[in-house]
């Protein structure tokens, strides 16, 4: 299954309300609601495979309601699930966010079952299944920080991941630091918008390029940062790129890192260089903003 992406993390179901008036704390404003399959790694996989390639979901999901809807939903859109750890006991995770004209208003990520759950979604990279100490994954795998800083950890040092091209985002700022015993993996590529990168290295940064080479000097291999409509840069053994996003109507933010992730995942596989991978993440990622479909 090397040729599979498993995409390690958050499985859940994202409720979102999005109002086309420009929103401040406290504002009650009409718009619509919606619930639809999401999480960092599901929003990875539903890219990846917008791109025709395999996706394999490592998680946790409840044996409830929405659990069982949420395993079909992903089974329709032809994601791997046969490697899910269900839960009788943990409920299914939720993500909740507040879109207004003016950007995302305010979220809650409720992944407790994620984070209970811990590195029983990971028994199939361990017990021989997808692979062993001995035998440790040799694909890519796209892993999120809505894990616990201890599992991140564990995979930091555990052989079983020696062999792995890891794609690692930090989830949210709020989860950002859970990243660094990631930080210095030798085979780690880190997507990070600014802030988070600015929260990795405890300093504030002024462009996507000057955080991409903090961050090598902090130990990253490869390192991605974004900056909303502003350059994002890449990093890595061969330099350092820039490109600027087109410029589109942004509709939903909600999923962007995501996209921008799973977009440059897929440019690499298909042998684009740096500075062509960075651009087709880049137009990907303002496809999905302004409501559009990545692929």
């Given at each position: 299954?090397?040729?599979?992406?498993?995409?390690?993390g958050?499985?859940?179901?994202?409720?979102?309300?999005?109002?086309?008036?420009?929103?401040?704390?406290?504002?009650?404003?009409?718009?619509?609601i919606?619930?639809?399959?999401?999480?960092?790694?599901?929003?990875?996989?539903?890219?990846?495979?917008?791109?025709?390639?395999?996706?394999?979901?490592?998680?946790?999901?409840?044996?409830?309601?929405?659990?069982?809807?949420?395993?079909?939903?992903?089974?329709?859109?032809?994601?791997g699930?046969?490697?899910?750890?269900?839960?009788?006991?943990?409920?299914?995770?939720?993500?909740?966010?507040?879109?207004?004209?003016?950007?995302?208003?305010?979220?809650?990520?409720?992944?407790?079952?994620?984070?209970?759950?811990?590195?029983?979604?990971?028994?199939?990279?361990?017990?021989?299944?997808?692979?062993?100490?001995?035998?440790?994954?040799?694909?890519?795998?796209?892993?999120?920080?809505?894990?616990?800083e201890?599992?991140?950890?564990q995979?930091?040092?555990?052989?079983?991941?020696?062999?792995?091209?890891?794609?690692?985002?930090?989830?949210?700022?709020?989860?950002?630091?859970?990243?660094?015993?990631?930080?210095?993996?030798?085979?780690?590529?880190?997507?990070?918008?600014?802030?988070?990168?600015?929260?990795i290295?405890?300093?504030?940064?002024?462009?996507?390029?000057?955080?991409?080479?903090?961050?090598?000097?902090?130990?990253?291999?490869?390192?991605?940062?974004?900056?909303?409509?502003?350059?994002?840069?890449?990093?890595?053994?061969?330099?350092?790129?820039?490109?600027?996003?087109?410029?589109?109507?942004?509709?939903?933010?909600?999923?962007?890192?995501?996209?921008f992730?799973?977009?440059?995942i897929?440019?690499?596989?298909?042998?684009?260089?740096?500075?062509?991978?960075?651009?087709?993440?880049?137009?990907?990622a303002?496809?999905?903003?302004?409501?559009?479909?990545?692929?």
């Amino acid at each position: 299954m090397s040729d599979t992406i498993l995409c390690i993390g958050a499985v859940l179901w994202d409720v979102i309300g999005r109002s086309p008036r420009h929103m401040q704390l406290g504002n009650d404003a009409p718009g619509r609601i919606t619930r639809i399959p999401g999480g960092v790694a599901m929003n990875i996989a539903m890219t990846l495979r917008r791109f025709g390639l395999q996706a394999e979901l490592l998680t946790a999901i409840g044996r409830d309601a929405e659990g069982d809807e949420l395993i079909a939903a992903c089974t329709r859109m032809g994601m791997g699930t046969g490697h899910v750890y269900r839960s009788e006991d943990l409920p299914t995770d939720v993500y909740m966010a507040v879109e207004g004209a003016n950007g995302l208003i305010a979220a809650i990520a409720d992944a407790h079952s994620l984070e209970e759950a811990g590195e029983k979604i990971l028994r199939p990279l361990t017990d021989g299944t997808l692979g062993s100490a001995d035998a440790p994954y040799p694909g890519p795998i796209a892993l999120d920080g809505n894990l616990t800083e201890e599992l991140l950890g564990q995979i930091a040092q555990s052989p079983a991941f020696a062999a792995a091209d890891l794609r690692i985002a930090p989830a949210s700022p709020g989860k950002a630091e859970r990243l660094l015993p990631l930080l210095r993996a030798p085979r780690a590529t880190l997507y990070v918008n600014l802030e988070e990168a600015g929260l990795i290295c405890a300093e504030a940064f002024p462009d996507s390029a000057t955080a991409a080479r903090a961050m090598q000097k902090r130990g990253a291999a490869r390192v991605m940062v974004t900056d909303g409509f502003r350059p994002a840069a890449a990093a890595g053994p061969d330099g350092l790129v820039t490109a600027t996003p087109p410029e589109v109507l942004v509709t939903r933010v909600t999923g962007a890192g995501d996209t921008f992730m799973a977009a440059h995942i897929a440019a690499e596989l298909d042998g684009a260089d740096s500075a062509s991978a960075l651009d087709r993440a880049l137009q990907a990622a303002a496809a999905h903003v302004s409501g559009g479909a990545a692929g």
